[in-house]
Nanobody, 119 residues
Framework: QVQLVESGGGWVQPGGSLRLSCAAS????????MSWYRQAPGKERELVAS????????QYADFVKGRFTISRDNAKNTVFLQMNSLKPEDTSVYYC????????????WGQGTQVTVSS
């Protein structure tokens, strides 16, 4: 059974930091490109950051460049999102996403973790 379990969300004041974690199980983590998406109320889900499986190359949305860092630990089947200099507009539910291409394309989603940035 595939599971992506996010943790680390919560409330933080503007300018603060949070570190999200996503623990994966039920598939070969090292073969997946891992991403974080977010969705605010009334808005579409949007890509925040991605990290590839082999080269660990990273991509970031323009609105988080220089503030967020994605990383992965293949030995622990975990992907992280370090979020610094948080802004109120970063308030969203953050979702972990896995994409594998082994013949077919397979996609998995976590259940999401709430991040609230407010004073």
């Amino acid at each position: 059974q595939v599971q992506l379990v996010e943790s680390g969300g919560g409330w933080v004041q503007p300018g603060g930091s949070l570190r999200l974690s996503c623990a994966a199980s039920g598939f070969t983590f090292s073969t997946a490109t891992m991403s974080w998406y977010r969705q605010a109320p009334g808005k579409e889900r949007e890509l925040v950051a991605s990290i590839s499986n082999v080269l660990r190359s990273t991509q970031y949305a323009d609105f988080v460049k220089g503030r967020f860092t994605i990383s992965r630990d293949n030995a622990k089947n975990t992907v992280f999102l370090q979020m610094n200099s948080l802004k109120p507009e970063d308030t969203s539910v953050y979702y972990c996403h896995a994409r594998r291409v082994v013949g077919l394309v397979t996609v998995y989603w976590g259940q999401g973790t709430q991040v609230t940035v407010s004073s």
